[in-house]
């Protein structure tokens, strides 16, 4: 059963301390989301890599935010400093966009909260 | 740039009547796909259906179809018979269709449907 699997599900830290959170993209994908959903903005995207190539990360705060795609079967979202306005729900998702199935599949979200 | 607008909040459904949620697109592009999906309170990302662009037809799955409106840039899910189990945010997203190109989703904000028993 192929699957995203972010880890970890939860996570409380303290102002300040870094946080990593980890996503194993679906074996075959080449393409790799990163989302923020928070209940005022919704769905914001963070990071786009395709081809473990960073492509967007526009979204991201890049003094504190950061995105990497050490290989294909892992994808990192780090944040040092974190703050408390950091706290939300991140959702790593995978495709392929070298078909015309374009459904994204989403992992099960990491609750952070920056206390 | 693309921007997927839903415009209910919150709706409200009876069980086993049927239900409309709205959402509005703009965009440029003439490949694109449209979806919904469905988040429940364990907040996985659910896929409900799916509308390609270039078909006319709209997509059905089940109890939960489409009427897209290429024209008016307009994509509404409807459910029909609802049960307590559809209770969830619903999402619309929007995301290109050219192979190699197709970029990441675009998200509504979202419809919060409750469902009475």
């Known amino acids: 059963d192929a699957r995203v699997t972010q880890t970890p599900r939860h996570k409380v830290t303290e102002m300040g301390q870094e946080v990593t959170m980890r996503c194993q993209p679906i074996l075959g994908h080449n393409t790799v989301f990163w989302y923020r959903q928070t209940m005022m903005q919704g769905l914001e995207l963070l990071a786009y890599f395709r081809n473990r190539a960073p492509l967007d990360d526009s979204g991201m705060p890049k003094d504190r935010f950061s995105a990497e795609m050490p290989d294909a079967t892992l994808a990192t979202l780090k944040i040092q400093p974190s703050e408390p306005r950091d706290s939300a729900v991140y959702f790593c998702a995978s495709g392929s966009d070298r078909v015309r199935n374009t459904e994204a599949f989403f992992g099960q979200g990491t609750r952070l909260t920056v206390v | 740039a693309q921007t997927v607008t839903q415009s209910q909040p919150e709706m409200s459904v009876q069980e086993a009547e049927t239900v409309t949620l709205s959402c509005t697109y703009d965009?440029?592009?003439?490949?694109?796909?449209l979806f919904w999906y469905k988040q429940p309170p364990s907040r996985q990302m659910i896929l409900v259906i799916r509308?390609?662009?270039?078909?006319?037809q709209n997509a059905t799955e089940n109890r939960f179809s489409v009427n897209f409106q290429k024209a008016a840039k307009s994509f509404s899910l409807k459910i029909s018979d609802s049960q307590l189990g559809d209770a969830a945010m619903y999402f619309c997203?929007?995301?290109?269709?050219?192979?190699?190109?197709?970029?990441?989703?675009?998200f509504g904000k979202g419809t919060k449907l409750s469902v009475k028993p």
């Open positions: 997203a929007y995301r290109r269709g050219r192979v190699g190109s197709q970029g990441n989703l675009i």
């Open positions: 965009t440029s592009e003439s490949d694109y796909y």
């Open positions: 509308q390609e662009a270039y078909k006319q």
